[in-house]
């Protein structure tokens, strides 16, 4: 028979030493449950906070690159900037040309987005023919595809040269400073400041038609694709609770069918 662990046994008795054994109050199954919750919890909130945290997609924007349904899981310790002062004892890294990041939209409720990086602080950034060009060079871009059936204001040539082409599809905010950025032709992103468009070109609404990203909104970089469904925007539009609770029940009935398997897993590049 296995001792009770709950009893606390001394070190030394002498005979005849009165009994002070004391007895501890064994911890009931719910206290341990609760403990073991509460530490999930928190290192949930620190992975989630400062590591790792899971995104979905819900919109054309980056195919082929991303697709609609696409489960992400984006990296949040990679990208220096914000001045912490752990920045210099942790392996951080600036952000690069061509990066795909995770941002909060600078309007409305701040939805996050997804984009790739095209111009940082200081570049001057242009499109002519649907070619970019960062300060005075081309940029390859094998990930980006064109849709000859959709008509993009600015996706053949930007910035806009004048007060008119300003007014096409812009927010308003946008539209009342964009001209202001524009230098020679080029448009120059401002410090701490980034320019981000879709790699479905066509079809994204990115930093022509908004402004910049601030340093402070990016908050990663997607790193791999741990679940894929097939879906469409449609899927994605609130519905409501009762709507919400039909597609979950849809997706869970017909799962197997609809995952993309050789999505699973796959780098985000």
Request: a negative charge.
């Given at each position: 028979?296995?001792?009770?662990?709950?009893?606390?046994?001394?070190?030394?008795?002498?005979?005849?030493?009165?009994?002070?054994v004391?007895?501890?109050?064994?911890?009931?199954?719910?206290?341990?449950?609760a403990?073991?919750?509460l530490v999930?919890?928190?290192?949930?909130?620190?992975?989630?906070?400062?590591?790792?945290?899971?995104?979905?997609?819900?919109?054309?924007?980056m195919?082929?690159?991303?697709?609609v349904?696409?489960?992400?899981?984006v990296?949040k310790?990679?990208f220096?900037?914000?001045?912490?002062?752990?920045?210099?004892?942790?392996?951080?890294?600036?952000?690069r040309?061509?990066?795909?990041?995770?941002?909060?939209?600078?309007?409305?409720?701040?939805?996050?987005?997804?984009k790739?990086?095209?111009?940082?602080?200081?570049?001057?950034?242009?499109?002519?023919?649907?070619?970019?060009?960062?300060?005075?060079?081309?940029?390859?871009e094998?990930?980006?595809?064109?849709?000859?059936?959709?008509?993009?204001p600015f996706?053949?040539?930007?910035?806009?040269?004048?007060?008119?082409?300003?007014e096409?599809?812009?927010?308003?905010?946008?539209?009342?400073?964009?001209?202001?950025?524009?230098?020679?032709?080029?448009?120059?992103v401002?410090?701490?400041?980034?320019?981000?468009m879709?790699?479905?070109r066509?079809?994204?609404?990115?930093?022509?038609y908004?402004?910049?990203?601030?340093?402070?909104?990016?908050?990663?970089?997607?790193?791999?694709?741990?679940?894929?469904?097939?879906?469409t925007?449609?899927?994605?539009?609130?519905?409501g609770?009762?709507?919400t609770?039909?597609?979950?029940?849809q997706?869970?009935l017909?799962?197997?069918?609809?995952?993309?398997?050789h999505?699973m897993?796959?780098?985000?590049h």
């Open positions: 028979m296995e001792a009770d662990t709950s009893i606390a046994q001394p070190a030394n008795i002498s005979a005849g030493a009165p009994d002070r004391k007895l501890v109050p064994k911890r009931s199954t719910f206290a341990e449950y403990e073991s919750l999930t919890v928190l290192l949930a909130l620190f992975g989630t906070t400062f590591i790792v945290q899971a995104f979905k997609i819900p919109s054309q924007s195919e082929p690159t991303l697709l349904g696409d489960h992400l899981l990296n310790f990679i220096e900037g914000n001045g912490a002062w752990y920045e210099k004892i942790l392996p951080y890294r600036p952000i040309h061509g990066d795909i990041v995770v941002f909060k939209f600078p309007f409305d409720d701040h939805p996050h987005y997804v790739r990086v095209v111009g940082l602080p200081g570049d001057h950034v242009r499109i002519i023919n649907q070619h970019v060009y960062v300060n005075g060079d081309p940029v390859s094998p990930y980006v595809v064109h849709d000859p059936a959709y008509e993009d996706g053949d040539n930007f910035p806009p040269a004048n007060r008119y082409f300003v096409i599809g812009l927010r308003p905010e946008w539209a009342e400073q964009i001209l202001s950025h524009v230098h020679g032709g080029d448009l120059v401002p410090a701490d400041n980034y320019f981000v879709g790699d479905n066509d079809r994204s609404w990115d930093s022509r908004w402004g910049f990203v601030d340093r402070r909104a990016i908050m990663g970089r997607p790193i791999m694709v741990y679940w894929s469904v097939e879906a925007s449609e899927d994605y539009v609130n519905r609770f009762a709507g609770l039909r597609a979950i029940g997706n869970l017909h799962l197997p069918s609809r995952t993309r398997w999505r897993m796959h780098e985000v």
